[in-house]
């Protein structure tokens, strides 16, 4: 996945992703070859789940800061 796919994908599309990586390494059905690459992408969701979630955060903050 680029990074260009990752701007236009949503908080909540990016953990569907991870979830269904982590059942699949979990299983244990994922070849030695292919689990690098898959952790490789778990890795870059979860950094761009963590992002979004700052940047909510930030968000927010601001907006009740700008209220109070």
Known sequence: VTRDCYMLMTYEVAM???EHLARELESGSVAIDDM????RSAESLIKFCKEKLQNVEEKINKIVESAG
């Open 16 to 18: 569907e992703k991870l």
């Open 36 to 39: 690098a690459e898959k952790l």
